[in-house]
């Protein structure tokens, strides 16, 4: 469960136009460079639904290279790989192969299911930085739970 930041939210009257990785509410519009990983080379703005109330929330997922290397070690026992060894353990292929998931949606209090996993609906901005410049990554900006299945089950 993410912290409730109601020090912040009730000091201004609008919603949040986004929340980022660890369920703080941001203002501004979204861009990769505002995510809260300053190293990030991956980042993707999601639209996910608390699976409670299914209210919706555009949401903030970022990784850093390192982190896939640290994943991918950990996973695979070994500290010797290459750029294919860690390529299964990056936003991009989680993104690619509809495994990405954001968790505990932010915590609104609007219902008990802050405390439950989020469903991850679709990816609405893929960005990658392959050098200093962010790039977006239209490709990979999918559905990801399909809507007739989340229909069924509100």
């Known amino acids: 469960m993410k912290h409730h930041y109601r020090d912040i939210r009730e000091r201004i009257a609008e919603e949040p136009l ?8 941001r203002y501004c519009e979204f ?3 505002e995510t809260n990983n300053i190293y990030a080379d ?9 699976q409670g109330c299914r209210k919706e929330f555009k949401v903030c997922m970022s990784q850093a290279r390192y982190r896939a290397y640290i994943n ?5 026992g070994r500290n010797d790989l290459t750029d294919e060894d860690i390529k ?4 991009k292929e989680f993104v690619r192969s509809k495994r990405i998931h ?5 915590n609104t209090g609007c219902c008990g299911g802050t405390t ?3 469903i991850d609906l679709k990816v609405l901005e893929f960005w990658e930085r392959p050098n200093f410049d962010w790039v977006r990554v239209p490709e990979l900006e999918i559905e ?3 809507a007739e299945d989340y229909d069924e089950a509100r």
């Open 18 to 25: 986004w929340w980022d990785e660890e369920g703080v509410p």
């Open 102 to 106: 954001y968790g505990d949606p932010p």
């Open 144 to 146: 990801i739970e399909k």
């Open 31 to 33: 861009a990769p460079n």
């Open 72 to 76: 991918a070690s950990e996973r695979l």
């Open 88 to 91: 299964d353990y990056t936003l």
């Open 42 to 50: 991956q980042a993707i703005l999601l639209l996910i639904a608390c």
């Open 116 to 118: 439950m996993n989020c």
